[in-house]
């Protein structure tokens, strides 16, 4: 398997709205449970791509098998601050790429940001080694701020500063 981690091009939206989908699927890592339709995901990396905001893929041959992007805030005062928002499918977890993939991105964040946040689930404890791993530190956690499928989760709040 060699996995390219590369900048998102507008030609990827197809595959990152594929691979957004089976993440949400598994009802797991992110918040949303499928995918928006398609023209969102097309919106949504068109948005990132004027806006500066370092979006990244993991291509295995022709196939987008993850993604990771940092987002820059639209709340006043908090425009310095960017929030992490990442995934991979399944059968590319553990075998360091998505180490790459937020290595990347906080590299291209460097000098645009000051800090950049995330949210995961208590439950996702490789992903918050990850984090941890890639320079993130704990901020806060809200107890029982999730309930799917009949079952609560709390959310971890990190952070990490980079000037």
């Given at each position: 398997m060699s996995v390219t981690i590369r900048p998102i091009?507008?030609?990827?939206?197809g595959g990152?709205?594929?691979?957004?989908?089976?993440?949400?699927?598994?009802?797991r890592f992110l918040r949303l449970t499928?995918?928006?339709?398609?023209?969102?995901?097309?919106?949504?990396?068109?948005?990132?791509l004027a806006s500066g905001n370092p979006q990244f893929v993991a291509v295995d041959e022709?196939?987008?098998?993850?993604?990771?992007?940092?987002?820059?805030?639209?709340?006043?005062d908090s425009e310095h601050c960017g929030g992490l928002g990442?995934?991979?499918l399944a059968?590319?977890?553990?075998?360091?790429?998505?180490?790459?993939?937020?290595t990347a991105a906080l590299?291209?964040?460097?000098?645009?940001?000051?800090?950049?946040?995330?949210e995961v689930y208590a439950s996702n404890i490789p992903a918050i080694a990850l984090y941890q791993k890639t320079g993130f530190t704990h901020e806060g956690r809200r107890r029982r701020a999730?309930?799917?499928?009949?079952?609560?989760?709390?959310?971890?709040?990190?952070?990490?500063?980079?000037?």
């Amino acid at each position: 398997m060699s996995v390219t981690i590369r900048p998102i091009t507008l030609d990827d939206a197809g595959g990152f709205h594929a691979a957004l989908d089976s993440v949400a699927r598994e009802r797991r890592f992110l918040r949303l449970t499928e995918a928006p339709p398609l023209a969102r995901s097309l919106q949504f990396v068109a948005s990132n791509l004027a806006s500066g905001n370092p979006q990244f893929v993991a291509v295995d041959e022709d196939e987008i098998v993850g993604w990771c992007d940092i987002c820059r805030s639209n709340e006043q005062d908090s425009e310095h601050c960017g929030g992490l928002g990442m995934g991979l499918l399944a059968s590319h977890r553990g075998k360091g790429i998505g180490t790459n993939l937020v290595t990347a991105a906080l590299d291209a964040a460097r000098g645009k940001f000051e800090r950049v946040e995330l949210e995961v689930y208590a439950s996702n404890i490789p992903a918050i080694a990850l984090y941890q791993k890639t320079g993130f530190t704990h901020e806060g956690r809200r107890r029982r701020a999730l309930l799917r499928d009949g079952v609560h989760d709390d959310i971890v709040m990190m952070g990490l500063l980079l000037s």
